[in-house]
């Protein structure tokens, strides 16, 4: 198994519970290297964004909702790049299953997560299913600049008659 990235965020509720820490040392177990990390206000735009693949699940709007911190009065999340052999499938083991109470009660989920009465699973965590989600949302989340390895093709642009790098 190759070396992969996945993106994992701490949503509103790891926050708000200040579960922080103890994800991170959960995710630590992997051994996988993290190549980035900040915290992030997140907008509708955004929001609808990263989970546009779901719009037409009967809980979307309550998730968008969640994810942009209406439901926590909480709008930060922490999104995070993990690296590293099968990477991905080793973040989804300790983040566990997305219904919080089927997952394993040792997994981050199993632990911290819960059913909201609306139905919706407050989980603690997002992470990446599969190599080509993990493109897709490491690239929505984070600018090259902000990435200690160079993981996908960049190019300089010039804005306001400055130089950055973006995703080609
Ligand atoms: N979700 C939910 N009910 C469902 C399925 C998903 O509330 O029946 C929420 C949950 O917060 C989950 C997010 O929507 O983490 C994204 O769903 P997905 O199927 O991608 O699960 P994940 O990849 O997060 O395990
Ligand atoms: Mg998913």
């Given amino acids: 198994m ?16 200040s579960l922080t ?4 040392t959960r995710l630590s177990e992997a051994k ?4 980035g990390a900040k915290v992030v206000k997140v907008g509708n ?4 964004t990263h989970y546009r693949h779901l719009k037409d699940k009967p809980f979307f ?21 993990y690296w590293g052999q099968a990477a991905i499938g080793k973040v989804r083991r300790i983040a566990g299953a997305t219904n919080p109470e089927e997952a394993d009660p040792i997994s981050i ?8 009465t609306t ?15 993990a493109e897709r949302e490491i690239k929505l989340w984070f600018n090259p600049e902000e990435i200690v390895y160079d993981l996908y093709p960049a190019k300089e642009e ?9 995703w080609q």
């Avoid at 190759?2 to 708000?16: F, R, S």
């Avoid at 820490?21 to 991170?24: E, R």
């Avoid at 010039?158 to 973006?166: D, E």
């Fill in 2 to 17: 190759d070396q992969e990235a996945t993106l994992v965020i701490i949503k509103p509720d790891g926050l708000k519970k």
């Fill in 45 to 48: 735009d955004l929001a609808n």
């Fill in 109 to 116: 989920r199993g632990a911290y997560g819960r059913i909201l």
């Fill in 21 to 24: 820490g103890n994800i991170l």
């Fill in 61 to 81: 709007k309550e998730l968008i909702k969640y994810i942009s911190g209406k439901l926590h009065g909480e709008n930060r999340v922490m999104p995070l790049v």
């Fill in 158 to 166: 010039k804005s306001n008659n400055q130089n950055r790098r973006v």
């Fill in 32 to 35: 996988l290297k993290i190549i």
């Fill in 119 to 133: 139905g919706l699973y407050e989980n603690v965590v997002h992470a990446s299913s599969d190599p080509d989600e």
